[in-house]
């Protein structure tokens, strides 16, 4: 069946300027989760949706960033303002319900803020 | 493909050796822990999960070991073969949500052919 996939799976900017990654999570997943990988560390976590409720914004970086989920199914981040220390791979996560489920990745999308 | 972490700690292990990648993780109320296997240019992915009402768990070729005490989590994977080369981390959720996922730093297992 289909994962969850990402897009794009590469992107190359210049600082200052904006840019939006795309999340599809598995169909039926509630849950969705944004990450973020440095080189060389591990996963940060950026924000979370559950269905219909207030996202968990709690590990957003700063107010460049920001995260929507349109229909309870796609969801889309955004930076503003890109800054060279923004260059990371995003992941994007989705689970079935909230309660202790398995999350499933998806592929990334690879960030270059030059 | 993209490199994952570059200092990372690594384990060498021979083909057909067993390996054991060690996690220590942080909050003694946490409830849920997952194993994932990371792939250079590719996400994480599921090996296997435990929850705090056990110590132990086996899988296909894989064991997870829980140590509450000590505040221990442990991979055991079985006659390693080279397609087992990744970057391992574990994670855990506390009981006050089903919220992120808090993740080690990884370990890199290297298979030695």
């Known amino acids: 069946g289909a994962g969850v996939s990402q897009s794009p799976s590469n992107k190359v900017t210049e600082k200052g300027k904006d840019v939006e990654l795309r999340c599809d999570p598995i169909?039926?997943?509630?849950?969705l989760y944004w990450y973020r990988q440095s080189l060389g560390q591990g996963l940060e976590f950026l924000i979370y949706f559950q269905g219909n409720s207030a996202p968990d914004k709690s590990g957003l970086p700063s107010d460049r960033f920001s995260a929507e989920r349109t229909g309870g199914s796609v969801s889309t981040l955004t930076i503003q303002r890109t800054q060279q220390e923004d260059s990371a791979v995003y992941l994007c996560?989705?689970?079935?319900?909230?309660?202790?489920?398995?999350?499933?990745f998806g592929p990334g999308t690879r960030l270059l803020v030059l | 493909g993209e490199s994952v972490g570059l200092h990372l700690p690594t384990l060498s292990v021979q083909e057909g050796d067993n390996s054991i990648i060690n996690c220590a993780y942080s909050?003694?109320?946490?409830?849920?822990f997952i194993w994932y296997k990371q792939e250079s240019g590719k996400g994480p992915q599921f090996i296997i999960d435990i929850r705090s009402n056990m110590d132990k768990r086996q899988g296909q070729r894989v064991t997870v070991l829980l140590n509450k005490t000590v505040k221990h989590l442990s991979l055991q994977i079985a006659a390693t073969q080279p397609g087992d080369s990744a970057v391992y981390f574990c994670?855990?959720?506390?009981?006050?949500?089903?919220?992120?996922?808090?993740f080690g730093k990884g370990t890199r297992l290297s298979v030695i052919a």
């Open positions: 169909s039926g997943h509630t849950a």
């Open positions: 996560a989705s689970s079935l319900s909230p309660d202790k489920e398995t999350q499933y």
């Open positions: 994670a855990e959720i506390t009981p006050s949500g089903n919220t992120p996922l808090v």
């Open positions: 909050n003694s109320a946490s409830d849920y």
